[in-house]
């Protein structure tokens, strides 16, 4: 476990003097959540059924998770990136903890998508959204979020690797954009067809999003759902712990094993 810890770290400093070194990359993840925001707040809270601030209040919980399940492809492109130049090799080579590499790229991503998250909420509050719940409740929604991110940092990381190719690494994170519009994060799901809303509620962004808003008061837990959603916080944690438990063996294996 020492080893891994200082492998970690080591790889943890990499990933983030990587980030340092792109900041076009840095500039681009926190300001288009900050567009989406004033897009869908002012253009689609217009025309729903819970117009100006209401909907700004249910959109930023859902913004939150939708930028934090952009992890899938963060994680593939960084992931298929290196492994496509060789770099993924080379560290092969080193005598370091096959599980430190991708615990390092995960655990930078995790770092930096905090750090971005601030300027995200600061707009949020310039819109009008607030925190209605305790202190405590905040807390623990912020948690959640990152323990989400990480999670699906973790299943685009063992994607990238799978892909071993920048390009289709790009091809297939494009579609990862579908994720959150088939749940909650901008729209209610009651007002959805029967299926859909049950795949939309099926959908962990949705026990996440739904999480978040319970947890800052922004809404109610919706009625009728399904169990991830009418229990958003369990559902959350079980949405957590199952993508960890697939995809971080996953992801370690695929590391260590390379082409073969």
Request: charge should be positive; hydrophobic fraction near 50%.
């Amino acid at each position: 476990m020492s080893m891994l810890a200082y492998d970690g770290t080591a790889m943890l400093g990499r990933q983030l003097l990587r980030l340092r070194n792109n900041p076009g990359l840095l500039v681009l993840t926190q300001t288009m959540p900050i567009s989406m925001l004033l897009f869908f707040g002012y253009v689609f809270g217009s025309a729903l059924a819970v117009p100006g601030e209401a909907y700004r209040s249910f959109l930023v919980p859902g913004l939150l998770v939708a930028t934090a399940s952009g992890g899938i492809m963060a994680g593939m492109f960084q992931a298929a990136q290196d492994t496509h130049r060789g770099v993924t090799n080379r560290f092969r080579t080193l005598p370091v903890s096959r599980a430190a590499v991708p615990l390092g790229q995960a655990t930078a991503d995790l770092v930096a998508t905090a750090v971005g998250t601030v300027p995200f909420l600061l707009v949020g509050l310039a819109v009008g959204w607030r925190v209605e719940g305790s202190l405590p409740e905040a807390a623990g929604a912020f948690a959640l979020l990152m323990l989400f991110r990480f999670a699906c940092t973790w299943a685009g990381i063992y994607l990238g690797l799978l892909t071993r190719n920048e390009e289709a690494a790009g091809q297939l994170g494009g579609a990862t954009f579908l994720l959150p519009l088939l749940s909650s994060a901008y729209i209610p799901t009651s007002g959805l067809p029967g299926w859909l809303r049950t795949v939309a509620e099926w959908n962990p962004i949705s026990a996440v999003a739904a999480a978040l808003r319970d947890l800052f008061g922004n809404g109610p837990v919706p009625d009728g759902a399904a169990w991830p959603v009418a229990h958003p916080v369990a559902g959350s944690l079980l949405w957590c712990a199952v993508l960890l438990g697939v995809f971080v063996p996953l992801a370690v294996r695929q590391y260590a094993h390379g082409e073969r």
